[in-house]
């Protein structure tokens, strides 16, 4: 038998077990939030809000059609050289511009043509990984912002710019650099059409107060999901609003819709933060909406 020394002994603990410390919250455990996004753009979304502790419900109120004839596109890529700017204001325009050049047989090196501006940061990543080097990014990322940054960044009257974007959008783009006397090319190479099908299951959900909050990304998503659910749904005030920046937001408010989450960067990790604040711990949204 081998003694162990006292002071070698293991010593028995009489002190009272720690508690474990109890896990954190997810700020937005229990909320319902509707992604409204079209189904391809939706995952970073529904990924963040789920991480978060949300229930997602996914209903794609609208999805991606590139035009029938996109000869035009065509036509400018092939002179690229004439322009002096091209510029993106959507994720949905580069992807339907890489994807036609792709069939085309074009390489991404055609646009060292010319100088790339994008709306904003999602736009500019989508350039980067397909290869097209983005020089101008405004810091407000709305139409109204990319014209100061042109103007401030190039002298524009005379200049040529080319603005591939969807068949309906707004005119606050070309109209602003026209004014500064730029000649603009607006070539449609994408619209959006209703993907929504029956939705009886979300109406009666929104009008039962069931959904914590829909999200909006788009102007044009807030027209489709108003169409789809129908105008008393929209402004049944059951439900909270979160959207994406100013102009969708007065969208939404012209269907007398009121928006109670509006982020000050206009883009998706800015949507979930805001809606955290808002619909978190402590957060206004504490009470049922």
Avoid: C
Wanted: proline share 7%; aromatic share 4%.
């Amino acid at each position: 038998m081998v003694l162990v020394p006292e002071r070698l002994q293991p010593r028995m603990s009489h002190s009272p077990p720690q508690p474990v410390p109890a896990r954190p919250v997810p700020p937005l455990r229990g909320r319902r939030i509707v992604v409204t996004r079209a189904r391809e753009q939706a995952g970073e979304l529904v990924r963040a809000l789920e991480e978060l502790g949300a229930e997602v419900v996914l209903a794609p109120t609208i999805r991606i059609e590139p035009l029938a004839d996109l000869e035009p596109l065509r036509r400018a890529l092939s002179g690229l050289a004439d322009y002096r700017w091209t510029v993106f204001t959507s994720q949905n325009t580069v992807h339907v511009v890489l994807e036609r050049m792709s069939v085309w047989g074009l390489s991404a090196n055609i646009f060292s043509q010319t100088r790339v501006a994008a709306i904003g940061p999602a736009t500019a990543d989508a350039l980067d990984a397909g290869g097209v080097r983005v020089e101008l990014v405004p810091t407000g990322y709305v139409a109204e912002s990319l014209v100061d940054a042109l103007a401030l960044r190039d002298a524009l009257r005379g200049a040529r710019i080319l603005i591939p974007r969807a068949a309906t959008a707004r005119d606050a783009l070309p109209a602003g650099l026209q004014a500064l006397g730029a000649l603009v090319d607006v070539i449609a190479v994408y619209r959006t059409v209703p993907a929504l099908g029956d939705s009886a299951d979300l109406r009666q959900a929104l009008l039962a107060g069931q959904l914590d909050v829909v999200t909006f990304t788009a102007s044009s998503i807030v027209d489709h999901f108003v169409t789809a659910v129908g105008v008393d749904a929209a402004r049944s005030g059951r439900f909270g609003v979160a959207a994406i920046g100013p102009v969708t937001a007065d969208t939404a408010r012209s269907y007398g819709m009121t928006v109670q989450v509006e982020p000050a960067e206009y883009t998706t990790a800015g949507l979930v933060k805001a809606l955290v604040q808002y619909y978190g711990e402590g957060g206004k949204g504490k009470a049922e909406t």
